[in-house]
């Protein structure tokens, strides 16, 4: 499986005789892509309800995210390409440990997180951000594609279990609460009413 990685690795990290355009898009994608995914979501929130609560499920998933690879990095310290001496790391990471990529899972996480919203349009913009993100760490010699496959997987999962776990029970409790305000208000117009 190594071998396989590390063939898939050399494929498409970027050699010195790639365009210097090409480094740019690579690193626009990987430095600022995984931000302009979340600011154009929480532009969105400021208009939609829905697009709030999937506001909520990409910050609470990425967080919880950024916990699981520190995690995992520290208890399974897996090294970059660097460390095997692998192609060339075009942004310098040193051989510190990659596995999985935090940039790919919390894009991922991020991506998957709008998947109950009633159109697939945005959730499958987001996956085009977050694939570009993922190609971007390879192209710059970052990552293994392995430790985006462990990333995308690791993203989805999250954001399913928040969605499911966190954000949509917090969202049935505030709107049971809101409910009941808007009961008891026309209970007391009603009140109101009856006594004039």
Request: hydrophobic share 60%.
């Amino acid at each position: 499986m190594q071998d396989l990685d590390f063939a898939l690795f050399r494929l498409i990290n970027a050699d010195p005789s790639v365009p210097a355009w090409s480094l740019r898009v690579a690193e626009f994608s990987s430095n600022l892509l995984p931000a302009l995914l979340t600011l154009a979501i929480g532009v969105c929130a400021l208009f939609s309800r829905r697009w709030r609560h999937a506001l909520f499920t990409v910050l609470v998933s990425v967080l919880a995210v950024w916990l699981i690879v520190n995690m995992i990095r520290t208890l399974v310290p897996v090294p970059r390409p660097a460390f095997y001496g692998l192609g060339i790391q075009w942004v310098p990471q040193g051989v510190r440990p990659g596995f999985p990529s935090l940039h790919a899972a919390g894009t991922f996480a991020a991506a998957f997180s709008l998947w109950f919203l009633p159109s697939r349009a945005p959730m499958l913009a987001a996956l085009l951000v977050a694939i570009a993100v993922a190609w971007s760490r390879v192209f710059l010699g970052l990552h293994f594609p392995s430790d985006i496959v462990a990333a995308a997987m690791l993203g989805a999962v999250v954001s399913i279990i928040v969605e499911r776990g966190v954000s949509r029970p917090l969202s049935l409790a505030a709107g049971g609460a809101l409910a009941a305000r808007r009961r008891a208000k026309m209970r007391l117009r009603r009140a109101s009413l009856n006594t004039d």
